[in-house]
Each structure stands twice: as structure tokens, then as C-alpha cells.
């Protein structure tokens, strides 16, 4: 049996197929991810600079992309964390007026550089610091802030660690004038250094805050706490973590300390669109597009900032497209469960608040905050 239609069906059904066709094209024009997990996160420890806690949060977010100060979520995010480098003060300097480091008390030719040090420019001046994890010199600007090491009475050569961060000269002075010590040491052989520089407990800042009573993260949603005995006190609003005890404990913010920064290459943005118009706002960002999601702990990763959405539900990269479910970028379909002849118009897929196990199915016109990833 021939079915005939005239030509103005025809075209419309050629029509609707060329319209599908292209609107499929554009969905998935940024599939370029591949498969399986797209979220990328990290943290990195600044043990190089010491920071207030305001200094820190700025330098995280200039210096990495979608950074801040740390936000920490789990047990495991702390147990990957090696805090136990540090860099200290010696009595090894460089007066700008001088050609040479020399030490402050004592002489020794003993020199550890480490590669392509030390490193000086005219008319400043430069004191060491002893790299922990290598046990080696590197030159620094003598007004920049450190912990140091000052020398007992009875030895010149060693000494003790002292965790407050200082200039060059004010550690100095601390150790000519607090009782017990006498001077910066200066060393003489590699012995004198491993001896000085053993594994220490100091404090590094992290992203957590108290704002009106409530302590919040500098980005970000966590309910981790592991509070050091006797904390938190009101002695400050700004929390650190102990670089070997790993408990945290309530600072001054503006103490000087070294610091984590955490980065992700999620963006939540909190602006009410529809499905195509989240869409095309993550694609014109520039190497981002709507967010794909994969059960485990990258679902619990994208889930704490759905937390932090103005609305209930937020959009994800998942469409109803030529009778099947597609991600965007064409990841894995790991979900199963999905209806396979969906309500008309319900052809997109949010992540909820009240749910962070399964994808919900709502309509595309919808306007809600949205997710995009950097590809």
C-alpha cells in the first residue's frame, strides 16, 4: 500500500527533519570531553609566602583559576594533604651594599644552593632561607616573611624552630634578645642543617571564617569541622590547620601564615535561564559547557555547590534528544531509570537539592541557575 503526500507535507516533514538535525548539531557541537569524569580539582600549598588571611584569599583567587582559599569537604581531602614543607631564616644574608652572602654571627664557607640560586638584583637586600624538603639555600628578599631558626647558648651550629612568621631583621633581633638563644645559627657542614630542620608544627590558613557568629567558607559548602582541643575560641575569626596535627584551630586573621588554595573548574552561575539559553551561556564563556555528571564522588563534589544555588534545581548538560538521553559533551550515560518516552517538553535534566542521587526530568522552558565546566 503507497501512502502519497503532497508537496507542501513533504517539505514540512523534510523541514522538521533539517531543523532536528541542526538543533542536534548545535547540542553537541562541544563534545570534546570524551568519557567519564569532567570535574578536575585541587589544592595547592603556598608554603613560600606568608600571607594574612585576606592577602591569602586574594593571592588564591588572582593566581588560580575559579581559586580560593581552601575549602576542605571530607576526612580523605585532609589525609592528601602534605603540609610539612616549610622554608626558615638563617644567618646567611647579602647586604645590598655587598657583593657576597656572609653570615651574621660566625663564619663558614659552608653553601647549599639549591639549582640556579641564589638569585639577586642590584640595590636589594637578600637573606636564605633553608627549603625543609630539600635542605637547601634559596635567596629571598630580607623584608619578605619566614619562620626561623635561632641558636641555643651552647651551640652556634643548630638550634631551634621557631614558628612565627617574621622579616629577616626581626628575626634577628628575636633571637639577640629572647632569653635562652643568642643569635641566628650559621652552618657548617650538612649535618649542622639536618640536625636544625626536622619535621615542625606550624599553622597554615585555610577558607574557613566567621561572618556574624556563623563560620562559613571562603567558596564553597562543607560541614567539615576536627576542631583542636579547647577550639574555637573567640580569639579570632579566621580558622587554620596544623601543618602535622592537621586539627584546626581559630587565628587572628591578620597573622602572617602560609596557606592552601583549592581550584576547581566548576562554575555555577546564578542567573535564572532556560535549558538552551544555560546552554549557550557556558559555551560563550569560551571552552566550557554544560556539566555532565557521573555517580561517586564527583556527583558529592558537584552537589555541595548545587547547595549554594539560588534555586531548588539547577541544570545540567542532559537532553532528550532523537528518542534517547545524551549528555552534551557525549560522556557516559551512567544513569539508568530515565524515562524512555519522557513527557513532551520534560527533555531536560536537573540536578536537586532534596536529591543528590538521580538526575530529575523537567520541562526545558524552565529558568534556573545552571552549571557549566571548563572543558
Known amino acids: 500500500m ?63 583559576g575559579n581559586g580560593d582559599l581552601a575549602t576542605i569537604y571530607t576526612q580523605s581531602d585532609v589525609d592528601d594533604l602534605n603540609l610539612e614543607d616549610y622554608r626558615a631564616w638563617t644567618g646567611l644574608h647579602k647586604p645590598s651594599d655587598k657583593d657576597e652572602f656572609s653570615w651574621v654571627h660566625g663564619d663558614s664557607p659552608y653553601r647549599n644552593w639549591a639549582h640556579d640560586q641564589p638569585q639577586v638584583q642590584e640595590g636589594s637586600d637578600y637573606c636564605a632561607v633553608v627549603h625543609y624538603g630539600c635542605h637547601c639555600f634559596y635567596s629571598e628578599l630580607c623584608n619578605r616573611r619566614a619562620y626561623f631558626i635561632c641558636s641555643k647558648w651552647h651551640d652556634d651550629h643548630t638550634g631551634d624552630f621557631i614558628p612565627q612568621s617574621k622579616t629577616w631583621e626581626e628575626a634577628v633581633d628575636y633571637c639577640d634578645h629572647m632569653p635562652g638563644y643568642h643569635n641566628m645559627p650559621f652552618f657548617t657542614s650538612s649535618n649542622d642543617i639536618d640536625s ?44 587554620s590547620i596544623s601543618s602535622l596535627g592537621k586539627q584546626m584551630s581559630v587565628q587572628d586573621c591578620s597573622s602572617q601564615c602560609p596557606f592552601i588554595c583549592s581550584h576547581d573548574n566548576l562554575v555555577l552561575v546564578k542567573e535564572n535561564k532556560t535549558w ?42 542532559l537532553r532528550f534528544l532523537a528518542g534517547q538521553w545524551l549528555w552534551v559533551n557525549q560522556a557516559d550515560m551512567s544513569y539508568s531509570g530515565l524515562p524512555d518516552c519522557p513527557l513532551e517538553w520534560q527533555h531536560c535534566g536537573a540536578l536537586s537539592k532534596d536529591d543528590g542521587e538521580n538526575i530529575k526530568i523537567r520541562e526545558c522552558s524552565e529558568r534556573r541557575n545552571f552549571l557549566c565546566y571548563k572543558i
Open 196 to 239: 636544625a630542620f626536622r619535621p615542625q608544627d606550624f599553622q597554615v590558613w585555610t577558607g574557613l571564617y566567621r561572618h556574624g557568629g556563623t563560620w562559613k567558607w571562603s567558596k564553597g559548602f562543607s560541614e567539615y569541622r576536627n576542631w583542636s582541643p579547647s577550639h574555637p575560641q573567640n580569639n579570632g575569626d579566621c580558622v
Open 2 to 64: 503507497f501512502v502519497l503526500y503532497d508537496s507542501t507535507v513533504v517539505m514540512m516533514m523534510m523541514m522538521k527533519s533539517i531543523i532536528l538535525g541542526t538543533f542536534l548539531l548545535f547540542v553537541l557541537c562541544g563534545a570534546v570531553s570524551g568519557l567519564g569524569s569532567v570535574v578536575v580539582k585541587g589544592y595547592e600549598y603556598i608554603t613560600y609566602l606568608h600571607y594574612n588571611w585576606l592577602e591569602a584569599q586574594q593571592y588564591c583567587r588572582t593566581n588560580y
Open 276 to 317: 538552551e539559553e544555560a546552554l549557550e551561556h557556558c559555551r560563550a564563556l569560551g571552552n566550557h559547557d554544560l556539566i555532565s555528571v557521573q555517580p561517586g564522588s564527583d556527583l558529592d563534589f558537584i552537589m555541595r555547590r548545587v547547595m549554594e544555588a539560588d534555586t531548588e534545581k539547577v541544570w545540567t548538560g
